[in-house]
């Protein structure tokens, strides 16, 4: 398994977030900026919804804009963790139903925040395997570099939920 801390930290990615499909957006708090040096990513009113994993005092949102906060480690997670994953995919495919724009962040934009997106993906009819490349194509390939969640991905996170021991 590879996660943040068993390999050298992943690159501060290039822009704040992407536009992985209409309306959904995923980030992280820093990027590179053009001058080359890492700056805040501050959500203000851009996103009708924001969905935090990993929540940093002064990046926002603004007051007003609805903020789902689900704060969970990059790493292994637990059945309630798993299923806070999977109620925030709900709540972001709910949004863009709605016409609402959502963006899931989490500190680089990379595994958090993917695995909320994929499984929304999932959600909405494609394989895990092609949101996977989707989120890598559209945010970076950094993207989902933490093998466990490409595995709770691909058994399916109700499965991986199960194999934690919490049924629904």
């Known amino acids: 398994m590879r996660t943040r801390g068993r390999q050298p930290d992943a690159p501060a990615p290039d822009s704040p977030w992407n ?9 992280g708090h820093q990027f590179r900026g053009l001058s080359g040096r890492l700056e805040s990513a501050v959500v ?14 002064g990046h926002g ?7 789902q906060v689900w704060p969970i480690p990059d790493g292994p997670l637990d ?12 709540a972001a495919c ?7 724009t959502v963006l899931v962040r989490c500190y680089h934009g990379y ?4 695995l909320v997106v994929a499984h929304a993906l999932v959600r909405r009819g494609r394989t895990a395997e092609a949101a996977i490349r989707l989120i890598r194509s559209r945010r970076s390939s950094w993207a989902l570099h933490n093998d466990l969640f490409v595995d709770y991905l691909r058994a ?5 939920r199960l194999l934690e021991g919490w049924a629904e």
């Open 19 to 27: 536009e992985v499909v209409p309306g959904l957006w995923m980030g």
């Open 79 to 90: 059945g309630t963790q798993l299923a806070g994953v999977m109620r925030l995919a709900e």
């Open 111 to 114: 595994n958090r925040s993917g």
């Open 61 to 67: 949102p603004d007051p007003g804009v609805e903020h």
């Open 94 to 100: 709910e949004a863009l139903d709605g016409g609402r």
């Open 156 to 160: 399916g996170l109700p499965t991986a």
């Open 44 to 57: 203000d009113r851009q996103f009708d919804l924001v969905q935090t994993l990993l929540r940093l005092p």
